[in-house]
């Protein structure tokens, strides 16, 4: 799915996300169940791509967007079809310990245990005051 040497990410064999992605390119791809839009007012557009499926894998992807050029993917990933509708009752830090150890192992699976390329990053993170976890790719040379 994620190719380590162009950080591209195939959705199937007709179309695939890459570095050079731009807002329009990705809503002509139409994925996912639905997307949501959100423009920051500050150059930065975010595009959430709600339960995507590649392969017998669901993603909730968020794009981000720095004048439409792709900067960030962040996504969550699962075998079933991923609620949007949950409340901060179901959350937990401890719960989302295991999601970022669950999506460490992920990656381990997908592309091995190298973090950091040509391309950019890719990393699973735990974000405290976000109130997640998830894998972000950020593209750019590092």
Same mark, same amino acid.
């Given at each position: 799915?994620?190719?380590?040497?162009?950080?591209?990410?195939?959705?199937?064999?007709?179309?695939?996300?890459?570095?050079?992605?731009?807002?329009?390119? +990705?809503?002509?791809?139409?994925?996912?169940? /639905? #997307?949501?839009?959100?423009?920051?007012?500050?150059?930065?557009?975010?595009?959430?791509?709600?339960?995507?499926?590649?392969?017998? $894998? *669901?993603?909730?992807?968020?794009?981000?967007? +720095?004048? /439409?050029?792709?900067?960030?993917? /962040?996504?969550?990933?699962?075998?079933?079809?991923? !609620?949007?509708?949950?409340?901060?009752?179901? *959350?937990?830090?401890?719960? $989302?310990? +295991?999601? #970022?150890? $669950? *999506?460490?192992?992920?990656?381990?699976? !997908?592309?091995?245990?190298?973090?950091?390329?040509?391309?950019?990053?890719? $990393?699973?993170? +735990?974000?405290n005051k976000g109130g997640g976890s998830s894998i972000v790719m950020r593209y750019g040379k590092k």
């Amino acid at each position: 799915m994620i190719d380590i040497t162009t950080g591209h990410i195939t959705i199937d064999s007709n179309n695939s996300i890459n570095p050079e992605l731009t807002i329009l390119e +990705l809503k002509n791809l139409n994925l996912g169940e /639905s #997307q949501i839009e959100t423009d920051l007012q500050n150059g930065w557009t975010r595009i959430q791509v709600n339960n995507l499926k590649i392969d017998n $894998e *669901y993603f909730l992807m968020t794009f981000s967007f +720095l004048n /439409s050029a792709i900067q960030i993917i /962040s996504f969550i990933v699962d075998n079933k079809p991923i !609620q949007t509708n949950k409340s901060w009752y179901d *959350y937990s830090i401890k719960n $989302e310990k +295991l999601k #970022q150890k $669950e *999506y460490s192992d992920w990656l381990d699976r !997908q592309i091995g245990s190298k973090r950091k390329f040509k391309w950019g990053e890719i $990393e699973s993170v +735990l974000d405290n005051k976000g109130g997640g976890s998830s894998i972000v790719m950020r593209y750019g040379k590092k």
